[in-house]
């Protein structure tokens, strides 16, 4: 994969009709953990050993930028005081898009008296995520 613009890295939240871009990202990440089952015994040897395919995959993603009072981030504020789970959708660059459905863990809003409003969202999967990727 060559070199990409971190501006190209989007995270979406669908509003009923379709996936909107949450604005006003400064920053935003994701990030794939995959939970191991550990298989080793005393005829492992020296190395741990892990089992193929087992274990929990979680898929996280945050940001964090300006609030610009988008649609989007209404939508994602109805869901975190609800406690429910959108459906997102993380465009990776160069890579393709991630969708399923997250929980949204937080959701902060920050601002000085002589500056912007600023906010900071972390999600979580909440269920299977599929993977569609790039043309």
């Known amino acids: 994969m060559t070199a990409q613009k971190g501006r190209d890295l989007i995270l979406q939240i669908h509003d009923g009709s379709d996936y909107e871009t ?3 990202f400064r920053t935003n990440s994701f990030t794939i953990n995959n939970e191991t089952a550990d298989v080793s015994t005393k005829d492992s040897g020296a ?11 979680q898929l996280s993603t945050s940001g964090n930028g300006v609030f ?7 939508v994602a504020h109805g ?27 937080s959701l902060d ?14 999600l979580e999967s909440a269920g299977d995520i599929s993977f569609t990727p790039a043309a």
């Open 79 to 105: 869901h975190a005081m609800a406690g429910t789970h959108p459906m997102c959708k993380i465009m990776a660059p160069g890579l393709g898009a991630y969708t399923g459905a997250f929980a949204i863990r």
């Open 22 to 24: 949450i604005g006003g």
């Open 109 to 122: 809003m920050a601002g000085n008296h002589n500056g912007e409003v600023t906010y900071n969202i972390a």
């Open 47 to 57: 190395f741990r050993q892990l089992m193929a395919d087992t274990g929990l995959r």
């Open 68 to 74: 610009l009072g988008d649609a989007q981030f209404e």
